[in-house]
């Protein structure tokens, strides 16, 4: 389904622990709050789980019952080095079209640029629809 409170359908291009903050919600600035999320993405859509799903084979990345604590959409988002807007190492910036901004950020540097990787091509995609 689309609805924000749905787990999206679509295939999973990525998922993982990151370490997230918001820094803005429609155009206003947030304090931040960095926390640690399950973040999936699919579809058009960037979905964030308090807490990774549970090790079942069968569990799959959205178990019955796990709902997502929010969720963007990603058509004509911006993807940026968050660099100036932190000082911790390999962060990523992304802002959506209704001025939603958050950091996505890791330890490892490998496992951002996977992310950073698979969050162009989709931005990508969706351009050329
Ligand atoms: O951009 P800032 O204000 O330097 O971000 C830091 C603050 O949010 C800080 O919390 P306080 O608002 O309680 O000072 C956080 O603990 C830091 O993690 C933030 O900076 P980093 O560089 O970690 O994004």
Do not use: C, M
Request: no cysteine; net charge positive.
């Amino acid at each position: 389904g689309t609805r924000p409170d749905s787990p999206p359908s679509q295939e999973v291009e990525q998922s993982g622990l990151l370490n997230v903050t918001r820094i803005a919600q429609g155009g206003r600035k947030l304090r931040k709050s960095w926390a640690p999320a399950w973040v999936v993405l699919a579809g058009n859509s960037l979905v964030f789980y308090r807490e990774p799903p549970p090790p079942a084979p069968s569990a799959g990345w959205a178990p019955a019952g796990s709902r997502p604590e929010s969720s963007v959409d990603l058509r004509g988002a911006a993807l940026s080095h968050g660099r100036h807007l932190s000082s911790r190492r390999n962060v990523l910036h992304i802002r959506t079209v209704p001025g939603h901004e958050f950091l996505l950020q890791s330890d490892q540097e490998s496992e951002l640029r996977a992310w950073r990787r698979a969050l162009r091509a989709v931005i990508e995609r969706l351009e050329r629809e």
